[in-house]
């Protein structure tokens, strides 16, 4: 703040999603950034304010900024060879889902690189504190490859247990 003059928002998803019309106030007007970690794209929450912007009439710029996606070719892969990119989420005793498994098979039934972007829990809430409406956070969480790891060995011994082809 002190080096740019201005004050500084620290936008969280509930912002962005729940006040974007507030983001947006005064941008017609003024300059207003917004500054994000990764492709400024990779989120259909940042896409959806230059939806708003544009359908208020205000002019906006992109800044493209680095992303995992681009950083693939310091590995020496190639693009052109990942199919499609999977998330894999933290597991709770209720969900477990399972698709992102069926998508690194298929890629790798086609030969493809799969990138898997891991999940990242940072100002939720449990299911208790949002069910009772107490704004209380978890503290972060940030899956490592190996919860990434065990969570795709279990969907291949689920599937093993049903008899499924894994």
């Not at 006040?19 to 005064?26: C, D, F, H, S, T």
């Not at 399972?98 to 030969?111: A, L, P, T, V």
């Not at 100002?123 to 978890?138: A, P, T």
Request: aromatic share 8%.
């Amino acid at each position: 703040e002190e080096y740019y003059g201005r004050e500084l928002i620290l936008a969280d998803r509930d912002m962005v999603e729940q006040e974007a019309n507030e983001i947006l106030k005064g941008a017609d007007v003024s300059d207003v950034a917004f500054l994000v970690v990764g492709d400024p794209f990779g989120a259909t929450t940042h896409s959806d304010l230059v939806l708003r912007a544009v359908n208020a009439g205000i002019k906006y710029r992109v800044i493209h900024n680095a992303s995992i996606l681009n950083a693939v070719g310091c590995c020496g892969l190639q693009l052109y060879n990942f199919g499609e990119t999977v998330s894999i989420v933290f597991w709770t005793d209720s969900w477990k889902p399972e698709s992102f498994y069926d998508k690194i098979k298929r890629n790798r039934d086609m030969g493809m690189h799969t990138l898997c972007l891991l999940d990242i829990k940072v100002k939720e809430q449990s299911m208790e504190n949002l069910m009772r409406g107490r704004k209380v956070y978890e503290p972060p969480r940030f899956m490592t490859v190996a919860r990434a790891a065990e969570q795709l060995l279990e969907v291949v011994q689920n599937r093993r247990e049903r008899a499924e082809n894994p």
